[in-house]
């Protein structure tokens, strides 16, 4: 059996490009997610992606918000100081920016909306919607 996770937080670090053992291209990151809404740390995250999921993550920075999810697994290591660590890793089939989603904050859009349904109204409409001076 496989765990299937979904996490949404900020970036870490700016993703890498590096090539596997058999040639394969893959990107590797992590996110920092806020389980805790007290002043608790961050949970950290490792991401790896490959194909087209990786060409998405590549085009992130330090601090984006994105959303994340896969497969999880552990990744384990001994630093050169002999300690043992570990992390969690989301091998990542898809991923949504924040930026992708809103990519104007949504704001443009509102606006346009509104200065488009405002001229689309006949001239006396218009006239009734206007600021009274006073």
Known sequence: MTMQACAYGRVGQ???SIE???GKAMV????????DENDAPPLWIGIVAFGRVAEDFLR???GDLISVSGRVQRNSWTTPAGEKREQLQIVADALVSSRTVRPAGGRKRDADDRTSSHQSQPRSERELDDEIPF
């Open 14 to 16: 700016d993703p890498r």
């Open 20 to 22: 596997t053992r058999s």
């Open 28 to 35: 590797v990151g992590s996110i920092a997610v806020s389980i």
């Open 60 to 62: 992130h920075s330090k």
